[in-house]
């Protein structure tokens, strides 16, 4: 264990792509954490869907142990020799993911440190969530160190960004530091930047243990493991901890460091990262967010802060395709909810389809790897509905409504007003790009509140916009537009009133109820339109005229219709009177009128997913 001063805990931030990972890589590897055989790229990426896409899904710990010489105060490289002349640090580093649908892992993450080294790609320069992250580092009062990666690329621009980097955030030149995560250069200049500036972490080793759950997971064998900071005291193996928020008892069965793989340990103390095996087979007892500390000392705790609700931006409805995977479902979604506390979900039965879990993403991406890893960690099968948002509804008799899709829509005659979540926008692009970006975006109710400049050619838009606007195609016309060279970020602000209203569905005159969508009113038309041409195609033809209808309240504003099928009653005629021919046809027109009012249409469960699958 290291003394309390000569502990360094710290993050990496950066938006996605900048070269995060690949330098952690080299810090393991300069620290001598991981050796020669065992080091991999993105060795701290752990979960292969993380490696497939080159992004970071999951906030990962890992514990580095660095001898620096100490002369006169300063800080200097020297060779190892004698103990007197050395000082051995021990450096608790937490990466964390880039993407905006992870910012929480990156909030949970920053509450662990004192201090965050900011990377910057030299050949993009600031983007969307390098300003985001900085600000979210910046409410923790962390100590920021600004990096330029890249620097060996050919088209690096070093200059230019650190004059990005002082504009927008007033650092200075002696501030900045110049390195590159793929050749190592400059790495280690960084390391003893972070043993300089960060400050060691504060806490009383004679209290108490309290310790922060910033993380969890669940291993089949050996129950809930969580990942802990040690704000105050020490907790050693075989000791009985009690969750404060859960209300739970447990025993610290293994208590270690993450080396990067676990590694076990006498004990964890003030000021450390690191895990404790509880054995709870409950994954609801020790949730993210909550307290440990000792059985016997519960009383003289109060709880951390923890973390703030985080608020789901996007809903979407999660089925099985078999029915028989249901408890399969439901055992994976309490498990996956355990490693990504930002997910939420509640059973949801809808007739059509079948039993599910209306689930709250962050945002698409977050929505798609949550699908992927359910169908491949516990080998599932599954649909999902199309993304919508939460929308607040008051009622004339004052009741406050939270609806996430159009069956709980209530009647119109009581609502006094329909709130839906407005987002604070922030696109980072070039100049050239303004014009194409602002018609895209009013095109989505979006209103325009800022335009700033980032050195010669960038600019930072800020625009206010519903969500219900960004989540549909927003981020893919963005980029088209843009030519890919446009980030973004965003973040809830409030809810406002908007003209929303209810589209109904109709198949051959009766409602269908889980084709239903909210809309605005100015778009209603249109989307409503878009989406009967698409159920014409879906549904099969029957014997009858069947009509497609959408409706708001009792006005139909969109109609398609579905000729029927015609069977060739004449066929068998050779020759006669035409007479003969207009009495059979005449029969057929009078069955099919017949068939019109009492005959109902099947719409096959292929239609309805087509339909509400994204």
């Not at 264990?1 to 000569?6: G, L, P």
């Not at 004698?82 to 580093?93: D, G």
């Not at 200059?159 to 007033?170: D, P, S, V």
Request: glycine share 8%; with cysteine.
């Amino acid at each position: 264990m290291s003394e309390q001063k000569n502990i360094r805990n710290f993050s990496i931030i950066a938006h996605i792509d900048h070269g995060k990972s690949t330098l952690a890589d080299r810090l393991l590897e300069i620290t001598h954490t991981v050796s020669k055989r065992e080091m991999k790229d993105q060795l701290l990426d752990t979960m292969d869907l993380e490696r497939e896409r080159g992004i970071t899904i999951k906030l990962q710990p890992v514990r580095m142990e660095y001898e620096l010489k100490v002369e006169s105060g300063k800080l200097k490289e020297g060779e190892k020799g004698s103990p007197l002349n050395f000082q051995l640090y021990t450096l608790n580093l937490i990466d964390t993911p880039g993407h905006v649908d992870f910012t929480y892992e990156v909030s949970r993450s920053l509450a662990c440190c004192e201090g965050a080294i900011l990377v910057v790609d030299s050949t993009q320069g600031i983007e969307a969530q390098t300003l985001a992250n900085v600000y979210l580092a910046l409410e923790h009062n962390l100590t920021l160190i600004p990096v330029v990666n890249k620097i060996d690329l050919p088209n690096s621009d070093r200059e230019k960004t650190a004059k990005e980097l002082k504009t927008a955030f007033g650092f200075t030149d002696d501030e900045i530091l110049y390195a590159s995560g793929k050749t190592g250069e400059g790495v280690e200049e960084i390391l003893k930047t972070v043993i300089q500036k960060v400050p060691p972490p504060k806490g009383d080793p004679e209290k108490p243990f309290t310790g922060l759950i910033f993380d969890s997971m669940y291993d089949i064998h050996r129950g809930v493991v969580v990942f802990v900071r040690c704000f105050d005291g020490e907790l050693k193996n075989k000791q009985k901890i009690y969750a404060i928020g859960g209300q739970s008892e447990a025993e610290s069965l293994e208590v270690g460091y993450f080396h990067p793989k676990k590694e076990k340990s006498d004990g964890i103390k003030t000021g450390e990262v690191g895990y404790i095996v509880t054995g709870l087979r409950d994954v609801s007892k020790a949730r993210v967010g909550d307290t440990i500390t000792i059985f016997d000392r519960k009383t003289d705790i109060e709880q951390l802060p923890g973390y703030k609700h985080v608020k789901p931006m996007v809903y979407a409805t999660i089925f099985p395709v078999s029915g028989d995977d249901y408890p399969i479902l439901r055992d994976a979604m309490d498990k996956l909810k355990l490693s990504d506390a930002a997910l939420e979900f509640e059973p949801i039965n809808i007739p059509s389809i079948g039993f599910g879990f209306r689930t709250g993403f962050l945002g698409l991406l977050h929505m798609d790897i949550v699908q992927e890893r359910l169908t491949r960690e516990y080998n599932l099968d599954l649909i999902l509905t199309a993304p919508s948002v939460a929308y607040h509804v008051l009622t004339t008799n004052g009741k406050d409504i939270y609806i996430h899709n159009p069956a709980e829509f209530p009647d119109p005659s009581i609502i006094k007003e329909i709130y839906e979540p407005w987002m604070l926008v922030n696109i980072l692009v070039p100049q050239i790009y303004i014009g194409p970006i602002m018609e895209i975006a009013t095109q989505r109710r979006a209103v325009s509140k800022d335009i700033k400049y980032l050195g010669n050619d960038r600019v930072d838009m800020t625009f206010e916009m519903p969500l219900a606007n960004i989540i549909s195609d927003f981020y893919d016309k963005l980029k088209s537009v843009s030519s890919g060279y446009a980030s973004l970020s965003y973040e809830l602000i409030a809810e406002r009133a908007g003209d929303l209203v209810k589209v109904d569905i109709l198949v051959a005159g009766e409602p269908v109820v889980a084709l239903s969508a909210i809309m605005h009113r100015s778009t209603a038309a249109a989307d409503g339109k878009e989406l009967v041409e698409k159920l014409k195609t879906l549904i099969p033809r029957h014997q009858f005229e069947v009509a497609i209808q959408a409706t708001i309240g009792g006005k139909v504003i969109a109609r398609e219709t579905i000729s029927a099928l015609r069977k060739d009653v004449t066929g068998y005629l050779y020759g006669g009177d035409v007479t003969r021919k207009m009495k059979l046809l005449n029969k057929q027109k009078k069955g099919k009128k017949r068939m019109k009012r009492i005959g109902k249409v099947d719409i096959p469960q292929e239609a309805f997913l087509a339909v509400l699958k994204k």
